[in-house]
């Protein structure tokens, strides 16, 4: 990214966006003279020693979220409005660098799966411009498959931020409700929006995600990271997968290549488990067939009579229909979500993750003209519980056509995304994560050793390996299991640098993780060669005086492995 100007990365986007030929994608489009001065300016920033986490990524924005400059429409001309400023999450990201390219088309008012239901036309699949190319964010996930933009953003209530992903090749995310703020999104089921991020690869995806998500005071929605919230899968990871009859949807085709995926999977390390979602397939169906779809009928109804003749006749009808529940069922129908939510508390002792498939098959636009209420349906089979239930979840290619989806509780966004990377073989960054307290280890508690499971049992996430400043001694002790102790004795001849493992622990299991601790064990500040000073372990000076000296080695490994040589 560095390597690249802002300015030759906007020049590039505006010579793929001629060369695709994809004009169904966008609504519409920045004027490339002010897209390159904006580019210039930033460019002009990062000399000047701006710091711009996203300095000349090029983005798409789904357009139903506020971009200032642009019209929203929300896929409805006779709602077309001119917002005065950025919705919250697109200020994150120009305040980060990025660059917005245009506005996407989508599913009117953001109301399907497909990507068909739009008066700007039907967005074709990236690869196969008979199949439909899933929605609601269709424009956004066709244009970065397309390798238009570095990334889009857009918004999920039943799956659109993962459908679209899965039809097009590429990773969506879905983080936890509230994480990233929706003020500036035109509401479809407020209870339920989540605003999404499309990229080719992982460590894009997360790069945007650590510039948005903030708590917005202004946003009723708005929430923290869960003090307890995972930052990786503890030990092997273990994910679930549904039971064959629950496969039952999906066409021949993508049940053999999510079978192979489910193998993969296998082969990289994890533990397989399988598990019914059955109630959660229940869950589902209350987003469109329950009471709940009043959410949209009181969110964007009052829009359909502005210009009806470009208002999709099955928007109109799913809409409308909001109207007939009474209050009664609506409150039935929120405490049987409110149950399940209860009852998965069971299947997260269970597993680390689901892998799903994110849709059950990939039909043709002529498909869904023909049936498109019944085929929309059929597409959210594995979707449409997620955001009911208060869940996270992350899109990324499976074996070659299915796309799969990575789901777990809400706040466990971070785990998945480590998850994810093991499965696709990318990078995961460190950037998107809850607040963290960091702790140096230097012996049993290290990856691999026999005390680590006590970090990851907790969510902890290592960040790397560190050294001490040259001011400690380390000694063998004589416990079970073995382990060093490290003594902090000053600069004085016969000190060294110990080589040693940062863990990021998340604050609300900090002390769990420290009422294990035992004699003759202590936690205190230890500076680090990069000067920094953090908690870490160290040994009661007591315990040291019939203990052996190891400080030669240098590291607790290192020793062992002399120990076994010898």
Known sequence: MTDITARERALAALQRLAEVERPEVWISLAEPSELIAQAEDIDRRTAAGDDLPLAGTVIAVKDNIDVAGFDTTAGSPGSRYRPERDAEAVRLLRAAGALVLGKTNMDQFATGLVGTRSPYGAVRAARDPELVSGG???????AVA?????????????????????????????PTLGLVSTRGVVPAAPSYDAVTVFARELPM?????AAMIAVDELDPGSRAWSPTAPLAAAGTPVIGIPTESELGPMTAAWRAT???TVEYARLQGFDVVEVSIASLLEA???LYEGALVAERTAAFGHLLDLEPDTVDATVAGIVRSGSAPSAVQLVQDQQRL???RSHLRALWRRVDALLLPTAPGHPTIDEVRAQPVARNAWVGTYTNFVNLLDLSAIAIPGVDPVGVTLIGPAHADRALLDLAARVLGQPSSTEWMPEATPIAVFGAHMTG????GQLTARGARLRGAVSTAPEYRLFALETTPPKPGLLHVGEVPGTT?????EWLIPPGRLAEFLSDLVAPMTIGRVTLADGRRILGFLCEPAALDDATDITVHGDWRRFQATEVLT
């Open 136 to 142: 609601s964010s269709a424009g956004s996930a066709v």
């Open 146 to 174: 397309l390798g238009i933009v570095d990334a889009a953003l857009g918004t999920d209530t039943a799956g659109s931020g993962r459908v679209p992903a899965a039809f097009n090749g590429i990773v969506g995310v879905k």
């Open 205 to 209: 995806a997360q790069r945007c995600l």
């Open 258 to 260: 999510y079978r192979a």
């Open 284 to 286: 589902a169906r209350l």
């Open 338 to 340: 409110r149950a399940e």
């Open 449 to 452: 050793e026999s005390l680590n």
């Open 497 to 501: 640098s110990v080589t040693g493992e």
